[in-house]
């Protein structure tokens, strides 16, 4: 017994022996207390016998367990701490997601590749975890999901609120399919609309609804002297919808056997990894050199929608966690060759397609697919176009090309021979002017110098635009038979550039 005694005292003087002075005197066991204030001194041990703590001392502080969540789910649940929404239409939307298992399964399974790194940023930032299921509700956890009203993403940003938030849309990517950007964005998002209305029940409608939607109705509300909570404001059926299933998905996720639903292990770990890259480099040979299937490396880098991946843009690219050593290795065991096979080229003059398919050695068929660009388009100048790259070329795409490149199109003009008759005192200057087009063109047409004067009642041949209207002349009757045939056979300029507009119906 003496022996143990000595033992424990030995042990608590080594105890006391840690803590470290503070400026007033005492002693302080915060490790990351500054150094001025770790002022070492002699131990000082207490005097009287030793007293137990007590259970009501151990309940005034937090513990942290000593064992980590067995899987992901079970680390979701210890982070519900959003207040739950009690409402038939949760029970509505539990029984519709519970009777599709199927359904539930394949989302589940989408988001295991995702939602380790969103838990992550959501503890980081002391936010409920629950919110970590929103992409459920919005993508189905499906990065390339594009709504009617141009919303795109898991998280579903519209295109200015993207902007609002430093998600960078051009032709080379769309940040708010990236996995790492999208997430920090919504979680800006929320946090901001969380300490606009002080609430998660009205922020998670403005995030559905906008903003100043929700500020409308509680306004409303507050007006006509009735409650402002989730439930009790007038809004779309989307939003009246939209907490109940995030709410629904919540439950199931808390307790799945009552829901008969069995969740897919996602274990609590990092699925993928980030990794540096300082050089721009075909999308084709990443995969290739970290082992991994093209598809598989686009859906954990969903914004990239070109074969290359631009450096000065994306420095950084996701790969899966085991693969991502592999990469680094087969990288710096790559010596010769280049990495990348595209580059971008600038438009310097509006063009057509052929005249820049013939410039740079390409198909106009490949140049309209990688580039996107539908017939009958000219590309204005100033136009940022994906083209093969020599293999003299040595300089990397710039930053401000990579990330603010656009493709600027105008329609072709479509022009039909037409013949009109000249007045007194036409000549090949008054005809052009009238018809706004060269007089070169005009004399050209017609086999006459530029300076010619045409007789009155003279047949003249102009090129046109098929929707201009020769208002002031009267075409032959050949002529109009002529412009009446073609204008069957071929389509208007206004045809050709038409184009559809879906109802815009998201708000964020």
């Known amino acids: 017994m003496k022996l143990l005694s000595t033992a424990c005292l030995a042990g608590l003087l080594f105890l006391t022996g840690c803590a470290t002075q503070s400026p007033s005197g005492g002693f302080s066991s915060d490790p990351d207390a500054p150094l001025s204030s770790q002022r070492h001194s002699s131990p000082v041990i207490p005097g009287g016998p030793l007293q137990p703590i007590t259970a009501t001392k151990m309940g005034s502080s937090q513990v942290a367990p000593l064992f980590t969540p067995a899987d992901l789910w079970d680390r979701i649940r210890r982070g519900f701490a959003m207040p739950d929404l009690q409402h038939e239409l949760v029970q509505d939307r539990e029984q519709w997601y519970a009777s599709r298992p199927d359904y539930m399964q394949r989302m589940t399974e989408r988001s295991s590749k995702y939602l380790f790194h969103i838990v992550e940023e959501l503890e980081r ?5 629950e919110l970590a299921l929103l992409p459920y509700i919005e993508s189905a956890f499906n990065p390339q999901a594009v709504s009617t009203a141009k919303a795109a993403g898991m998280w579903q940003f519209m295109p200015a609120t993207g902007n609002y938030f430093d998600l960078k849309q051009n032709v080379f990517r769309d940040d708010r399919r990236d996995v790492l950007a999208s997430t920090r964005a919504a979680l800006d998002y929320l946090q901001k609309l969380h300490r606009m209305f002080g609430d998660w029940h009205l922020a998670l409608a403005a995030y559905n609804w906008g903003e100043g939607s929700v500020s409308r109705a509680i306004a409303r509300n507050q007006k006509a002297g009735l409650g402002t909570s989730y439930t009790e404001l007038n809004m779309p059926a989307e ?5 109940p299933k995030l709410q629904a998905v919540k439950n199931i996720v808390a307790d799945p056997e009552a829901f008969k639903t069995e969740l897919p292990l996602i274990e609590n770990h990092p699925y993928f990894q980030t990794v540096d890259i300082t050089h721009d480099i075909d999308v084709a040979l990443v995969a290739q050199l970290a082992g991994i299937r093209e598809q598989d490396f686009r859906a954990l880098n969903p914004s990239f929608n070109k074969p290359v991946i631009l450096a000065a843009g994306t420095p950084q690219i996701l ?3 085991d693969n991502a050593k592999v990469f680094q290795r087969n990288l710096e065991a790559r010596s010769q060759g280049q990495y990348a096979s595209w580059t971008v080229w600038t438009v310097p003059s509006t063009m057509s397609v052929a005249e820049v398919a013939q410039r740079m050695s390409m198909s106009e068929a490949d140049l309209r697919h990688i580039n996107g660009i539908p017939p009958r388009m000219l590309i204005k100048a100033g136009s940022a176009l994906m083209v093969p790259r020599s293999t003299t070329t040595r300089q990397d795409v710039t ?8 493709i600027a199109l105008t329609p072709e003009i479509i022009t039909r021979r037409t ?6 005192r036409d000549s090949v200057a008054s005809m052009a002017k009238r018809y706004r087009v060269s007089a070169a063109n005009v004399a050209d047409w017609n086999s006459v110098k530029p300076g010619a004067a045409f007789k009155a009642g003279q047949q003249v041949v102009l090129y046109l635009p098929v929707q201009m209207k020769t208002a002031g002349a009267k075409p032959t009757k050949a002529g109009a ?6 204008s069957k056979k071929s389509p208007t300029i206004s045809k050709v550039a038409r184009g ?3 109802t815009k119906t998201r708000r964020h």
Not at 125 to 129: F, I, V
């Open 399 to 406: 930053e401000h090309v990579a990330d603010h490149g656009q």
């Open 239 to 243: 939003t009246r919808m939209y907490v």
């Open 319 to 321: 790969l899966p966690w």
């Open 419 to 424: 013949t009109v008759r000249a007045g007194k």
């Open 125 to 129: 930032r002391g936010m409920p975890t």
């Open 481 to 486: 038979a002529r412009n009446q045939s073609a």
């Open 500 to 502: 559809g507009t879906p």
